[in-house]
């Protein structure tokens, strides 16, 4: 809300902002799933006119707000069960997407080709689009929303947007491969790791436990890595991630 009362002077184009996608799931506070239905609308995209409330959600969206721009900014900030370390998400098939990514500034950037995803499917049809992650447990901190602001002011300097120059107020960010852990089943969950933490491969990440705690699970890390984000609740689902992190081709840290 703060970027549409922002005085930005524009050279050319129009910022559109639209504060809340899924109103139900906020107020209701329902972790990522629209309350309707059970979907995450972020898995649904582009949408279809005659299927569940996401469904026709996401297809609105697509149809009236993405298809109808020149670039695309999916803003994120962390889950209420949520910790992470700043990053953008790009269509890794996409040079122009890849690009956006470079120019938001956030740490670390992670390409994916995950079906569904806002930025993917944009990107497909032809909208140069990111998916960026500032944020966690749900609070707002101001580190995070400037380096939002920031990113979405760099982004409208580098397409001409904005006249205005940011480019060396950030260093590049460093492109990662994420690695996901999930649940084996569903229970209680005890995290022993920090955002933004290096873990080396066979590393324990935590504890898991049936509710009784009669039965243990210890996730091992695969590889070595940044910690870019991890399930910071107690009770977890069977398939939830329980943490994801960053890999870097050259496996320095």
Avoid at 62 to 69: D, G, I, K, N
Avoid at 108 to 135: N, W
Avoid at 205 to 232: A, I, K, Y
Wanted: proline share 5%.
């Amino acid at each position: 809300m703060r970027l549409s009362r922002s005085s930005l002077e524009l050279r050319s184009g129009a910022l559109v902002v639209v504060p809340i996608v899924n109103s139900r799931g906020f107020i209701l506070r329902s972790i990522g799933i629209n309350p309707s239905d059970g979907k995450n609308i972020n898995r649904v995209f582009p949408g279809c006119w005659d299927g569940t409330e996401s469904d026709r959600l996401a297809y609105v969206l697509f149809q009236r707000l993405v298809l109808a721009s020149d670039y695309f900014i999916d803003m994120h900030s962390g889950d209420s069960n949520e910790d992470l370390s700043p990053f953008a998400f790009f269509h890794e098939s996409s040079v122009p997407a890849k690009f956006l990514a470079t120019q938001f500034g956030l740490p670390y950037m992670v390409g994916t080709e995950q079906p569904g995803f806002s930025c993917v499917e944009a990107s497909r049809h032809g909208i140069p689009s990111i998916l960026v992650e500032a944020g966690r447990s749900g609070r707002v901190e101001e580190a995070h929303v400037e380096q939002l602001l920031s990113g979405v002011r760099r982004v409208m300097c580098s397409i001409g947007m904005m006249g205005e120059s940011l480019a060396e107020t950030y260093p590049s960010p460093r492109e990662l491969k994420l690695e996901v852990v999930r649940a084996r089943f569903s229970g209680l969950w005890y995290p022993e790791l920090k955002a933004g933490d290096v873990v080396r491969k066979g590393e324990a990440l935590g504890r898991l436990t049936t509710l009784l705690g009669d039965e243990s699970f210890v996730p091992m890390s695969t590889g070595t890595g940044r910690v870019l984000f991890f399930v910071n609740s107690l009770a977890v689902n069977e398939g939830d991630v329980l943490c994801a992190f960053g890999k870097s081709e050259d496996d320095e840290w």
